[in-house]
């Protein structure tokens, strides 16, 4: 499915991007129950070089304080950092549109996360969607191994979906996937630019699902009128 051109063209951030060859296997082929792949340890004398890296700085008091320093810039470009991805993938739902999105789910529903769809998550080839890892470790079910499993999440509209949730590692760590969207994606008829955002019921924390189609800015409407 090809993006039209009044939509942007979304680029996949470096946790999201496919490349090569597809190392997904088809559901038909995991198994679900193998076991995790076993974990390196160092062993009893090795200490990791993290542990040991710095240290005859800090042993001095000078030393100390510029430790410290650099301790302290380093959390605050982790809290900033931190605060970048959260904002990306925020819920932009108004408390309108949440309400009106509760009423046809028929429930009580908490915004998660929401994912804009890039070029390789409205493929109908993949049929899959690809998850913000940093959201999908928060609120997906914790998955040990890559065998993953199946989850049925129900969009607003009040249908079901059977989708397969997994992960693979790349040299980026893991990458965290839906796959059985094709379905869903041909209905909704996604393309790049639109959004896709996640909720959890309240009662029960079962996941929900919601589509939005790209709007063009109030402004750049207006320059095209």
């Known amino acids: 499915m090809q993006a039209s051109d009044s939509h942007p063209k979304a680029s996949d951030d470096t946790e999201e991007t496919v490349t090569g060859v597809d190392p997904i296997a088809s559901p038909d082929s995991v198994a679900l129950n193998a076991s995790p ?48 991805i959260q904002a990306r993938y925020s819920p932009k739902t108004s408390p309108e549109e949440l309400r009106e999105i509760c009423r046809q789910a028929k429930s009580s529903l908490i915004p998660l996360f929401e994912k804009k769809l890039t070029a390789s998550d409205v493929d109908t080839r993949n049929g899959r969607l690809v998850l913000p890892k940093r959201c999908a470790e928060a609120y997906f079910p914790k998955i040990s191994g890559q065998q993953g499993i199946f989850l049925t999440v129900q969009d607003t509209k009040g249908n079901d979906w059977e989708v397969f949730y997994r992960y693979w590692s790349n040299t980026n760590g893991k990458m965290y996937v839906l796959e059985g969207l094709k379905d869903y994606m041909i209905m909704m008829e996604w393309e790049a630019g639109d959004t896709v955002t996640f909720y959890k019921r309240e009662e029960d924390e079962k996941l929900f699902m919601g589509f939005k189609k790209y709007q063009a800015p109030e402004s750049a409407q207006k320059s095209s009128t």
């Not at 040991?52 to 950092?81: I, L, W, Y």
């Open 37 to 84: 792949d076993k974990i390196g340890t160092p062993t009893s004398g090795a200490v990791p070089a993290a542990e040991t890296e710095g240290e005859s700085s800090v042993n001095s008091p000078a030393g100390t304080k510029k430790s410290c320093k650099k301790k302290g810039r380093k959390n605050r470009k982790d809290a900033s950092k931190q605060h970048q």
